[in-house]
């Protein structure tokens, strides 16, 4: 399916920082629930099937890139407010997508 850059640019991405990160005991398939921070975009909840490749140690301090404007939904009883990006690898599951280098909380993704 093509889209237009118009539609994709109504995508609204950005940078974060992951607080916490905890084992959902509710999820039927293994996540993690998250609190990130976007800086003046606000502190966000996401429900993430991160299990198989990292650690919640492994995930607080670490920048991640979100889908921010997805209607929140209840995932496993948390509302999970962004979508995390991830590339889905056949073999090693889900690898997070991040910058390179570090950059302010909220940067927006283009």
Do not use: H, W
């Not at 995508?11 to 398939?29: L, P, Y």
């Not at 993690?32 to 301090?61: C, H, R, W």
């Not at 995390?84 to 280098?101: F, I, S």
């Amino acid at each position: 399916m093509q889209t237009t850059l118009e539609r994709f640019q109504e995508v609204e991405m950005a940078v974060g920082t992951i607080v916490t990160a905890a084992a959902n005991s509710a999820a039927r398939k293994p996540a993690y629930v998250l609190t990130i921070d976007f800086g003046e975009k606000g502190m966000k909840t996401s429900s993430a099937q991160l299990t198989e490749n990292y650690a919640p140690d492994d995930l607080v301090g670490r920048q991640v890139a979100a889908v921010m404007n997805f209607p929140p939904l209840r995932v496993a009883g948390i509302r999970s407010e962004v979508l995390v990006l991830g590339a889905v690898d056949a073999e090693r599951g889900v690898v997070l997508l991040r910058p390179d280098v570090e950059v302010s909380d909220g940067t927006s993704v283009a």
